[in-house]
């Protein structure tokens, strides 16, 4: 066995080589962009949920995201050979999009809420009531569940899939597209050196969900309910966004070893270590989950 057919798989494509991936990923994006912006111009859906001129806008700017809903899996579609790898959007047993959305929603709360517990009880943070409004509410959940969606069909789905198909080491294609991913948050506000760690730890954490699982639903889900989380439910950044409206308001907020100021719950220490806690877990119990199997 020569070196090309220990790093290769046999049903490769010549498609799939990383940085013809990374290009044809960015055109897709760029349609996805296009057909939001330009054809259905969701940056306004937000008035459907608020006449607050901010908030909707704020919204708007998650909206956005709902191009590449269509843009990747057209990407996918349009060539045959490609549509194995719509496999992780459309499971076998359609069961499994309602088990992987309930899951990732509270395995993305929990994680989130927990670190943000730790910076109510260091001091970091402290609150005071806030303002219950449904429909902004509801907004935003849609809205941040087609932005965090849209982030994972281009990488976990798009990206990870053809470079899974390529390369016989699952590194190849986790790395690949986690690297995608941290890149596309390297311009938020507040970006510091353990925000970077952070996302890329998000990254790597969502790309072990979907390929143990071959479910990004879980994925979506999860990525949704943390970033609803922090920035909705409890008014902090967003990967260093801040949304005009929140259930909670801060009375009280510094950087500190849960929370970073800046960037939010995601730049912090703290999380570094949760996520990484959350990788031990999913490896170990996927990997109790395939031995299970191949004994029975």
């Known amino acids: 066995m020569n070196i090309k057919e220990k790093l290769l798989r046999k049903e490769r494509s010549w498609?799939?080589?990383l940085i013809l991936v990374f290009i044809q990923a960015y055109l897709w994006m760029q349609l996805g962009g296009f057909l939001s912006m330009e054809v259905l111009q969701t940056d306004k859906w937000g008035y459907l949920f608020t006449d607050n001129a901010e908030v909707?806008?704020?919204?708007?700017e998650y909206f956005v995201s709902f191009g590449f809903w269509i843009s990747m899996p057209l990407g996918l579609v349009v060539f045959k050979k490609n549509r194995?790898?719509?496999k992780p959007l459309c499971p076998e047993k359609k069961t499994d999009i309602f088990k992987g959305l309930g899951l990732g929603l509270l395995a993305g709360f929990f994680l989130n809420a927990s670190i943000i517990a730790g910076a109510i009880?260091?001091?970091s943070l402290s609150y005071t009531k806030g303002n219950i409004q449904v429909l902004p509410i509801i907004g935003y959940f849609v809205a941040i569940l087609f932005q965090s969606g849209g982030e994972e069909l281009i990488c976990r789905m798009y990206i990870m899939g053809k470079l899974k198909r390529r390369y016989k080491s699952p590194a190849v294609a986790i790395a690949g597209n986690s690297l995608l991913f941290t890149v596309l948050h390297l311009g938020n506000p507040g970006v510091t050196v353990t925000s970077v760690v952070g996302v890329l730890a998000a990254s790597i954490l969502f790309s072990l969900i979907v390929y143990y699982s071959e479910n990004i639903w879980t994925a979506i889900a999860m990525h949704t309910a943390w970033n609803f989380t922090q920035t909705i439910v409890f008014g902090l950044p967003n990967s260093g966004m801040i949304s005009p409206y929140s259930i909670l308001k801060t009375e009280k907020a510094v950087s500190g070893f849960c929370f970073d100021k800046g960037?939010?719950?995601?730049?912090?220490?703290?999380?570094?270590?949760?996520i990484c806690l959350a990788i031990s877990a999913v490896v170990m119990i996927s990997r109790r989950s395939v031995k299970k199997e191949s004994v029975s």
Not at 56 to 60: D, E, I, L
Not at 263 to 274: D, K, L, Q, R, W
């Open 56 to 60: 909707a806008a704020n919204m708007g």
């Open 263 to 274: 960037f939010g719950v995601e730049g912090s220490f703290a999380a570094v270590i949760v």
């Open 15 to 17: 498609t799939d080589i």
């Open 121 to 123: 009880a260091t001091g």
């Open 84 to 86: 194995k790898l719509l």
